[in-house]
Nanobody, 118 residues
């Protein structure tokens, strides 16, 4: 069974940066390279939303609220996806998850908490 584990969250002041990582397991060979992957977030009382996506061809898409501040990337050899978050705002605070993008989702991981102090 394919699983993902997110890491890299923490407490940061507004204007600061964090880099999130997501590591997939249970995928053999180069299978991960065929996955479209995304980063999602869920704030208290809100629905989970797609923050950024990267296709198998490394095309990227971003939510309007994070364009110009967040960058998604991937390393297929390591089976990892990253989210570089700059100029963080208090409204970016949420639990961040990675999962497939545009395809049937995998089981959701625990996520990683991002807290932004103003």
């Amino acid at each position: 069974q394919v699983q993902v584990v997110e890491s890299g969250g923490g407490l940061v002041q507004a204007g600061g940066s964090l880099r999130l990582s997501c590591t997939a397991s249970g995928i053999t060979g180069s299978g991960f390279s065929f996955y479209h992957m995304g980063w999602y977030r869920q704030a208290p009382g809100k629905q989970r939303e797609l923050v950024a996506g990267i296709t198998r061809d490394s095309s990227t898409t971003y939510a309007e609220s994070v364009k110009g501040r967040f960058t998604i990337s991937r390393d297929n050899a390591k089976k990892q996806v990253y989210l570089q978050m700059n100029s963080l705002k208090p409204e970016d605070a949420a639990v961040y998850y990675c999962n497939r993008f545009r395809d049937t989702p995998l089981s959701w991981g625990q996520g990683t908490q991002v807290t932004v102090s103003s």
